[in-house]
């Protein structure tokens, strides 16, 4: 099958899963297309899927990410020993372990093509991710908790394993209890990188963004946090700092260029 072909499969699949989307009519362009099948994916429940739809969306994504490009984490230059800067999309990534900003329903985003990382990293690993984090809920019985971390296989993303973590948000002034929480987020993620055997691990910018973290205060929590941790377990872990806006380059290139 082509990609055009994968992709309106992968449509009237998913449509067909609730008879009043059948309304819908399928647009004839690709950017349109691909607008109309992230939004599927982002509002289907975590339920299993006929394994001829995952095979058809497996080869899907995975020739999606292929044609965006991959970064191969190992072929980045350090700006510090085991300390890497690196802006660009998170989910083309190809290493250990990527940082999933999570909420604490752990669920993914459900808002159609919303532009968060959360909504990024579900769609492009694909419907399995939701039903494993489901899975790790049920069993769980209560709503994950700030600052915590959870694993899962990567499936159709480039790297291994994402690690789930769940920020503070920010709802008024900056608080020292919010600071902490967002430092404990890192040690989380840290210490089940280390628990796995990851040799490296990507952080995306944590609560900035949608949580209202302000970024430079985030940013030096993060690269303040992994220093420590790193210098008190003797962790040989490479860290990646990824970033995606200008702005947060500029804030962890002057951090990581200071020491």
């Not at 499936?155 to 503070?168: E, K, Q, S």
């Not at 796995?196 to 609560?207: D, H, T, V």
Request: aromatic share 8%; hydrophobic share 35%; charged share 25%.
């Amino acid at each position: 099958m082509t990609q055009n072909q994968r992709r309106e499969y992968l449509i009237k699949a998913l449509l067909k899963e609730h008879p009043e989307n059948l309304k819908i009519k399928i647009p004839s362009g690709e950017q349109e297309q691909k607008a109309l099948l992230r939004s599927l994916f982002n509002i289907r429940m975590p339920l299993p899927a006929a394994e001829e739809l995952l095979t058809i969306q497996d080869a899907y994504l995975r020739e999606e990410t292929h044609q965006k490009g991959i970064t191969i984490a190992e072929h980045l230059q350090p700006m510090q020993p085991e300390l890497y800067l690196w802006r660009g999309d998170i989910t083309s990534l190809k290493c250990d372990g990527i940082v999933n900003a999570a909420n604490s329903r752990m669920l993914g985003c459900f808002c159609p093509n919303h532009g968060c990382i959360d909504n990024a990293v579900h769609t492009f690993a694909g419907l399995q991710l939701r039903l494993a984090c489901a899975e790790l809920m049920r069993a769980q019985g209560r709503a994950e908790e700030t600052g915590k971390a959870k694993i899962t296989s990567a499936y159709n993303l480039p790297c291994r394993y994402i690690l789930h973590t769940v920020g503070p948000i920010i709802r008024g002034r900056l608080t020292l209890k919010d600071c902490e929480l967002l430092a404990s987020c890192y040690r989380s993620c840290l210490e089940l990188a280390d628990q796995y055997e990851l040799k490296n691990i990507a952080f995306c910018c944590i609560s900035t963004g949608e949580f209202h973290f302000p970024n430079d205060r985030a940013a030096q929590i993060a690269v303040q946090t992994v220093k420590e941790y790193k210098k008190k377990t003797q962790s040989r872990i490479e860290v990646i700092f990824n970033v995606f806006k200008q702005l947060d380059y500029a804030i962890y290139r002057e951090l990581l260029q200071a020491d």
